[in-house]
């Protein structure tokens, strides 16, 4: 226990604002908080590590506790070190390891796709699911690609700006939904940036989230050195995942005491990327016009990187589009979260906020960077949603990008 | 990263949220950001304006417009003489805003409310939520505290015999007090309030309260009718039993300064106000006396974001405004110089009547809410202070925390609204 980590324990003034705002203390008593799991049991942790409340399993992660605190306390990080603890002492179900390798799973429905799309509609499978190994039967399964985006993807050759930019997919990308990386492809070709791939492994916050923090540790030293060597060679390294960049630029360090500095200056969300283009005058502005009013729900780790919502700038450049936030807080799922049986019914009732926010803007179409929140507001409300990306994408020339 | 912006307002507390209201009002693009949410969602959610006799600080103040304009008169450094002009207009600047957003804030006739707390003493208050305002207590003819037995932190027993005691009840007025059950567990107040959400549970209540009521008696209840600023459980509740339902005062976390953080975010973040919370500004670059950039970081990262006008919004002490070692105290962005005088900065009595000296600490600023030094100089002339930041008053004895959020936080966005291109 170092005496940064008392002070910062320290620094928790008991003020209850992020238990106020703490979205699973909001709809259920099982959780017993972001404060009394955190800082207050962190006390008796220092002492006893194994003084871990089990409730701590509730959690979703989202990482509100740390957003709203005023006092600078790293709430999430102690609740995903005390998980950590926890699962250590006592193991994590089959079904958390399964769930937590998004990963091992993607690499598996490799081998026939559409036959696993298949089965995961099959009630009955669902059903035998849910009493085998208790994933929800009632939660929609995200749909496997016919092709990953690394299979997909042919860079092609475009005059050189002299700007190197590698991408930074993600599981969900490359496995679930490859037309966001083909449309972050597409926007930095209109600006005549090619994009550099790269094998990359899970971010890891699955395996975080679920507690199995050792696994998620080496990954991450891997994941590090790799970005570094790119960072070396004067890339830039933009990623359309906030909740793998938040996981690489500030998990790697808060509970790995990793050293990400040079990802803070290097490693830009994609909107941020285009941003800085504009700012430098050197974004490509030439739009077509696209009558469409969308919902947006900002993703609570885009929120906790505390930069704001980077797409809303560029977006504003489109004519005709519409954007109306809808400022309807956590969506529920949290990647893993929502699709485990006993937390199923918690996670619906956090998103019944976003459900009600998209009824009342009677939006027909919202987007939203995140994946899992994506397949969480389809499931939610039965709207079309997508990644900014692909209507910028839209935006800049032919092609079909909205169209699901 | 950069950002650019026409007015930015550091801190999401009462007054940084009214100067955004108004500046995105008259057409200011505008950047809120803060390293945490605001201490209005702590407040009891009315808005004080001046508790209490400027002669006779145990009587209750029958007309706080005019005390605050004689307040004025003896104590100039007190920030409401900075914000005497445009007072009374932020406060219907306010009320419009809470109107139009469906949580209407109600006066008591120009005079301030005494509105029954948890703990059964009467606190003065100028405008109150609808949930909250509980007309006279000495015309009523019963009165019925009811708790939740799910809730800590508020025994309905212990504010009747405050309230029997106060002696605002009439001698003959019937006061008793009811637990009631709204399906078990040990619940914070936001998870009784989601939980009342439901109709159902609404209706468990009802019926449990129903073979208690008297003829002609108003319920008392904890903070917790409904979660959101427009939420209809108060007013359902109300209904369903025929009798007037409300929301006393409570410790936090309380749901009416909730609800009105929620709402005037959202009311702000609809008028096209970037709202980015957990974004820390650590400093701030100064040329001239003008700010040009300030330094912040969100998860670490770097972010410089340069304005025409910054509102300085971020508290006092406790909200990480006003820093302090022993024998000083700074302002923690722009290092503002903070006044501390000689004598000691604390009473011994933790509630002393006199209040602590720690709380008139802060910065000193000019008619136009621009901070100057010791003779009066504008230290920097893009830089506004509000709220809490303010020197010279002392809210915890005085009442005026909000009230002089309100007007500081309108007064800062009107004048940041009028810096022209």
């Known amino acids: 226990m170092s005496s940064d980590h008392r002070l910062a324990l320290d620094n928790c003034i008991k003020c209850s604002i992020c238990v106020s705002h703490c979205p699973v203390a909001r709809v259920t008593d099982k959780f017993a908080g972001p404060k009394q799991n955190g800082p207050d049991l962190e006390r008796f942790r220092l002492e006893e590590p194994a003084a871990v409340h089990p409730s701590i399993g509730y959690c979703t992660n989202c990482k509100g506790c740390d957003v709203v605190c005023p006092s600078g306390v790293a709430v999430s990080a102690?609740?995903?070190?005390?998980?950590?603890?926890?699962?250590?002492?006592?193991?994590?179900?089959?079904?958390?390891?399964?769930?937590?390798?998004?990963?091992?799973?993607?690499?598996?429905?490799?081998?026939?796709?559409?036959?696993?799309?298949?089965?995961?509609?099959?009630?009955?499978?669902?059903?035998?699911?849910?009493?085998?190994?208790?994933?929800?039967?009632?939660?929609?399964?995200?749909?496997?690609?016919?092709?990953?985006?690394?299979?997909?993807?042919?860079?092609?050759?475009?005059?050189?700006?002299?700007?190197?930019?590698?991408?930074?997919?993600?599981?969900?990308?490359?496995?679930?939904?490859?037309?966001?990386?083909?449309?972050?492809?597409?926007?930095?070709?209109?600006?005549?940036?090619?994009?550099?791939?790269?094998?990359?492994?899970?971010?890891?916050?699955?395996?975080?989230?679920?507690?199995?923090?050792?696994?998620?540790?080496?990954?991450?030293?891997?994941?590090?050195?790799?970005?570094?060597?790119?960072?070396?060679?004067?890339?830039?390294?933009?990623?359309?995942?906030?909740?793998?960049?938040?996981?690489?630029?500030?998990?790697?360090?808060?509970?790995?005491?990793?050293?990400?500095?040079?990802?803070?200056?290097?490693?830009?969300?994609?909107?941020?990327?285009?941003?800085?283009?504009?700012?430098?005058?050197?974004?490509?502005?030439?739009?077509?016009?696209?009558?469409?009013?969308?919902?947006?729900?900002?993703?609570?780790?885009?929120?906790?990187?505390?930069?704001?919502?980077?797409?809303?700038?560029?977006?504003?450049l489109i004519p005709g589009l519409r954007v109306a936030d809808l400022d309807a807080g956590c969506c529920g799922l949290a990647g893993t979260y929502g699709f485990k049986k006993e937390k199923y019914a918690i996670s619906q009732a956090i998103g019944r906020n976003v459900f009600n926010a998209v009824k009342e803007l009677g939006v027909r179409q919202v987007i939203s960077e995140c994946g899992m929140c994506q397949l969480q507001i389809h499931h939610l409300t039965g709207v079309a949603v997508y990644h900014p990306l692909q209507v910028l994408a839209q935006a800049c020339g032919p092609g079909k990008w909205l169209a699901k | 990263m950069n950002k650019y912006t026409d007015v930015l307002i550091i801190g999401a507390g009462l007054s940084g949220l009214m100067a955004a209201a108004k500046a995105a009002e008259l057409g200011k693009k505008v950047t809120l950001v803060a390293k945490g949410m605001g201490a209005v969602g702590l407040s009891s959610g009315c808005i004080d304006l001046w508790g209490y006799n400027l002669e006779d600080p145990n009587q209750v103040c029958q007309d706080p417009l005019a005390e605050i304009a004689r307040l004025c008169a003896v104590n100039p450094q007190h920030p409401y003489a900075r914000v005497q002009d445009v007072l009374e207009e932020s406060l219907l600047f306010f009320r419009r805003v809470c109107q139009e957003n469906g949580n209407p804030y109600l006066d008591h006739r120009g005079g301030n409310w005494l509105l029954p707390t948890a703990l059964g003493t009467l606190r003065p208050t100028y405008l109150a939520p609808a949930s909250m305002a509980v007309g006279d207590l000495q015309q009523v003819r019963g009165v019925l505290v009811v708790g939740f037995r799910e809730l800590k932190d508020f025994y309905p027993d212990v504010l009747a015999a405050n309230l029997k005691k106060s002696g605002v009840l009439q001698a003959d007025c019937p006061l008793n007090t009811l637990m009631v059950c709204a399906g078990g567990g040990e619940l914070t107040p936001n998870t009784l309030a989601h939980r009342l959400e439901n109709p159902a549970v609404v209706d468990r209540i009802v019926d449990q309260i129903k073979p208690h009521l008297l003829p002609g008696a108003v319920l008392l209840l904890p903070p917790v009718l409904g979660e959101r600023w427009d939420s209809q459980v108060a007013k359902n509740l109300a209904e369903k039993l025929g009798h007037p339902v409300y929301e006393v005062a409570n410790i936090p976390p309380a749901l009416p300064g909730q609800r009105l953080q929620q709402m005037l975010l959202h009311h702000v973040k609809g008028q096209g106000v970037e709202v980015v919370i957990g974004c820390t500004v650590n400093g701030a670059r100064v040329a001239d006396k003008r700010c040009t950039e300030v330094l912040a970081t969100g998860a670490g990262k770097p972010i410089k974001i340069s304005a025409k006008t910054v509102i300085l919004a971020t508290g006092s002490f406790l909200g990480g405004g006003l820093e302090s070692k022993p024998g000083k105290a700074w302002e923690s962005i722009f290092r503002l110089p903070v006044e501390i005088g000689h004598e000691k900065w604390s009473a011994r009595d933790f509630l002393s009547m006199a209040g602590h000296l720690f709380n008139q600490m802060g910065i000193k600023v000019n008619e136009h809410l621009r901070p100057v030094d010791k003779t009066g100089e504008v230290i920097i002339e893009n830089v506004m202070v509000t709220g809490a930041n303010l020197a010279g008053c002392n809210h915890p004895i005085e009442k005026c925390g909000n009230g002089v959020a309100v007007a500081s936080g309108y007064k800062a966005g009107k004048l940041a609204g009028e810096v022209g291109e």
């Open chain 1, 78 to 316: 102690m609740n995903c070190r005390a998980r950590g603890e926890y699962v250590s002492l006592h193991g994590a179900p089959l079904r958390d390891k399964i769930l937590a390798r998004v990963d091992r799973m993607g690499r598996a429905a490799r081998l026939a796709p559409s036959l696993v799309n298949r089965l995961a509609g099959l009630r009955p499978l669902r059903l035998l699911a849910e009493k085998m190994l208790g994933i929800s039967a009632a939660m929609t399964m995200p749909r496997y690609a016919k092709k990953t985006f690394l299979e997909l993807y042919k860079p092609k050759n475009i005059g050189d700006t002299g700007r190197k930019v590698l991408y930074y997919p993600g599981c969900y990308v490359n496995y679930n939904a490859p037309e966001v990386g083909l449309a972050l492809a597409e926007v930095l070709a209109h600006n005549n940036i090619r994009v550099e791939v790269e094998q990359f492994d899970c971010c890891g916050l699955p395996l975080i989230a679920n507690g199995l923090l050792d696994t998620a540790r080496d990954q991450a030293k891997k994941n590090l050195a790799k970005l570094q060597g790119y960072i070396n060679r004067g890339y830039d390294i933009v990623t359309t995942c906030p909740s793998c960049h938040l996981t690489l630029r500030q998990e790697y360090r808060e509970l790995f005491q990793l050293n990400t500095d040079p990802l803070h200056e290097k490693m830009l969300d994609v909107f941020e990327y285009l941003s800085v283009l504009l700012q430098q005058g050197k974004l490509v502005t030439r739009f077509e016009e696209l009558p469409l009013q969308v919902g947006y729900h900002q993703p609570c780790h885009l929120k906790a990187a505390g930069c704001g919502v980077p797409s809303r700038e560029i977006l504003q």
